[in-house]
């Protein structure tokens, strides 16, 4: 099964696919977490990287699309993924459907852009994982309340409130040509496409998600 993840910054794409990815036993593929992960490195690449994404830019389609190449390739794919971050403009899209990978589910997440900036306001990663932690409370169960883990959280650099207006922008001056594409797809039926309303509890995204799934899966 192949599922696509798309949605602005902070609308809760990577909560979901975790749930998802348990579920059904596939793997997420998160470009930003390894587009995070390069960025640390001392390379050429990683230094390039870095200055990219504090800026609110994106990584050249050349790039990703070669790091997005080897994941494919060498993950354990054999159930399928979940693209997480992937595609983000319609050379990746394209590049996608060329290497003839078929994508069953698109779900494209939504919210007000008010709740989007609050959200990512609030948002912290644990350093250690990169995951990002929904909010203290969570982080604090699963930290057994030690003060000392919390103390540790991060901001991510790209989280600033200036800098996220721009991933804001670029995200949208992307997305109305990706959408296009994907509506199209959905037309010539050869993908389903839903729109999910992430104001609900992640719970009931959780459930409706599924019921989805299964709906296409009995067929
Ligand atoms: P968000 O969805 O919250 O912007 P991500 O973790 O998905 O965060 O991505 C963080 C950054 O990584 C992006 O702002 C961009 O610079 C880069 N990035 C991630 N995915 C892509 C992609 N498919 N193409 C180009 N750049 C990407």
């Known amino acids: ?18 749930f998802i990815s348990k579920e059904y036993n596939i793997p997420i593929i998160s470009t930003g ?9 001392t390379t050429n690449l990683g230094k390039k990287i870095n200055k990219i994404i504090t800026n609110g830019k994106l990584v050249s389609d050349e790039i990703i699309i070669e790091i997005i190449k ?6 354990k ?31 494209e997440f939504i919210l007000p ?7 990512i306001k609030q ?9 990002t932690c929904k909010n203290l409370i969570n982080f604090n169960k699963s930290s057994n ?18 800098i996220v207006q721009k ?6 001056k992307n997305f109305v040509h990706l959408k296009k594409f994907y509506i199209k797809e959905f037309k010539n039926k050869n993908l389903e496409y839903y729109e999910i309303n992430n104001l609900n509890e992640i719970k009931n995204i959780n459930t409706k998600i599924k019921k989805i799934i299964k709906k296409y899966q009995n067929i």
């Open 33 to 41: 977490q390894i587009l995070r992960n390069i960025s640390k490195e």
């Open 1 to 18: 099964m192949h599922i696509v993840l798309l949605g602005a910054p902070g609308t809760g794409k990577g909560t979901q696919a975790q």
């Open 167 to 172: 991933r804001l922008q670029e995200y949208e």
């Open 123 to 131: 948002r912290k990663i644990d350093p250690k994982t990169g995951l």
């Open 145 to 162: 309340n030690n003060p000392e883990n919390t103390k540790k959280l991060q901001t991510r650099s790209d989280d600033r409130d200036e």
């Open 70 to 75: 080897n994941h494919i390739l060498q993950h």
């Open 77 to 107: 794919c054999k159930n399928g993924f979940i693209l997480d971050g992937f595609p983000r403009t319609i050379v990746q899209a394209k590049y996608l459907k060329s290497i003839g990978i078929k994508i069953d589910y698109i779900f």
């Open 113 to 119: 852009k008010n709740i989007i900036l609050e959200r």
